[in-house]
């Protein structure tokens, strides 16, 4: 195989990040892997595990980033195209690069119209992710305002999930959201 690549596909809660990462990953001409960050979490920590939007968690942050970006560069470099589904911010971002050495790495931002359409998607979804409403607001507003990562964001209100992951691969092929 063929070098891969990864795409950290972020936003807040609400945003439609795990049904773009499945329907991506599912279409892809090269073989690919859909990682959901809160598996880390959920399914892997059996004891100790401290809720991670809580100020204590940061280590427990720190070290299940480095997890998550040293799986997703494994996998790229055996030829993988990897999809990180979960909410990377900003202040998440360096251990994958560090992690990256030469392998293709993209960050995108899906970002719903507001922060109450964002509330209403996670309260009608299933049993898994965040539904603290005051904690769902405060990560559209951190992912409201990314500065230099700004190019990174792409707003969904007009589009489908087919027409989310189309604009994904044309953004990727053209570099728009490289790290």
Excluded: C
């Amino acid at each position: 195989m063929s070098g891969g690549s990864v795409l950290i596909l972020t936003g807040p809660p609400g945003a439609g990040k795990s049904t773009v990462a499945d329907v991506l990953a599912r279409s892809s001409r090269e073989p690919s892997v859909h990682l959901h960050t809160d598996d880390f979490y959920d399914r892997f920590i059996k004891s100790g595990f401290i809720l991670p939007w809580l100020p204590e968690s940061h280590a427990q942050n720190a070290t299940v980033t480095n997890a998550i970006a040293a799986a997703a560069f494994a996998y790229a470099r055996g030829g993988y195209f990897v999809i990180v589904d979960g909410i990377v911010g900003p202040w998440f971002v360096e251990p994958y690069r560090m992690a990256a050495a030469g392998v293709p790495l993209h960050y995108a931002v899906l970002m719903p119209e507001s922060a109450d359409l964002a509330v209403r998607r996670v309260k009608q979804r299933g049993t898994h992710g965040l539904k603290a409403e005051p904690a769902v607001r405060e990560l559209y507003r951190q992912f409201s305002a990314l500065g230099a990562l700004e190019k990174h964001a792409l707003h969904t209100a007009a589009f489908s999930v087919e027409q989310t992951v189309e604009r994904l691969r044309e953004q990727m092929a053209a570099g728009r959201i490289a790290l």
